[in-house]
């Protein structure tokens, strides 16, 4: 290699988790607190150290009482880079997460001191927007969805494999910090992530809960291309694409819904690309 190894420099776990390839080293002599400053030698392609650069920065504040689970989850984001900080108790999970302001937070729903729901309703209260990932072995449809009205962005039930949590975690992270609130407005669009209504203009848009994901989606990223694939993904959970029409059939559903007669068209195919949502004409 060009570079001439150091005492600071070693495989990076972080980027290559449990296999690093055997002749990419990181520097990892710029250390601030317990974050990390990434340097590429000049064998490693910049753009793929940004985005460990990016990964280390990440800060995940897991409010959990089970010191097994916290330990097997704190582990394994570890590995795939975050910076993890546990708290065992609901009143200094709370006093962490205003203070440390956590990139997301995971939050058992069941926590000694004070409630996961409560942790989570007093710091939306504080208009703070963190995503916020809830644990529970609470899995009724009414769990569910009191977790997220009480502003829980996501609600994972237990048990749960670990790479579906870090799957969770990375989704909320990617979403823009613009669509943290509880209401998404796109032109006429109108989508109430609380009430898990829609509407655009004053008509009432009735929704079945794909098509509410799906239009969430697009919302979030209003004109700009979505493929077949990265629906299938993000609102479907696919990591692979099947050869399937399930976009097709439910994006033509969404369009007779969202697209009434004599409205402007919003949802638009461009054939052979993807689907775009488009805020004007």
């Avoid at 993890?84 to 962490?96: F, P, R």
């Avoid at 989704?171 to 006429?188: I, W, Y």
Wanted: negative net charge; charged residues 30%.
């Amino acid at each position: 290699m060009a570079a001439e190894r150091t005492a600071h420099e070693w495989r990076c776990p972080v980027l290559f988790g449990r296999n690093p390839w055997q002749f990419q080293v990181v520097d990892m002599a710029i250390v601030s607190g317990t974050r990390a400053e990434v340097r590429a030698c000049t064998s490693v392609p910049a753009h793929v150290f940004a985005a460990v650069g990016y990964r280390l920065m990440t800060k995940v504040l897991l409010i959990e009482d089970d010191s097994e689970t916290a330990e097997e989850i704190t582990a394994e984001l570890a590995d795939r880079g975050f910076e993890v900080e546990w708290s065992a108790n609901g009143i200094e999970g709370l006093d962490k997460a205003r203070l440390s302001r956590p990139d997301a937070l995971i939050v058992d729903r069941q926590l000694p001191g004070m409630d996961g729901l409560t942790v989570i309703e007093a710091l939306r209260k504080d208009q703070v927007r963190t995503p916020v990932l809830v644990l529970s072995a609470l899995s009724s449809v009414d769990d569910r969805v009191r977790g997220l009205r009480m502003g829980g962005d996501d609600y994972l039930t237990k048990p749960f494999a670990l790479v579906e949590l870090v799957a969770r975690v990375e989704a909320l992270l990617r979403r823009p910090a613009e669509s943290r609130g509880t209401t998404l407005r796109v032109g006429p669009l109108e989508l109430d992530l609380i009430e898990r209504t829609a509407k655009r203009a004053d008509r009432v848009i009735d929704l079945l809960p794909r098509e509410f994901r799906l239009l969430e989606y697009m919302m979030q990223r209003s004109d700009q291309l979505l493929t077949r694939a990265m629906l299938l993904e993000e609102v479907w959970n696919y990591k692979f694409v099947p050869t399937t029409n399930l976009v097709d059939v439910h994006m033509g559903r969404l369009r007779h819904k969202v697209d009434g007669p004599g409205e402007t068209a919003m949802i638009h195919n461009i054939r052979g690309a993807g689907f775009i949502l488009r805020t004007g004409p």
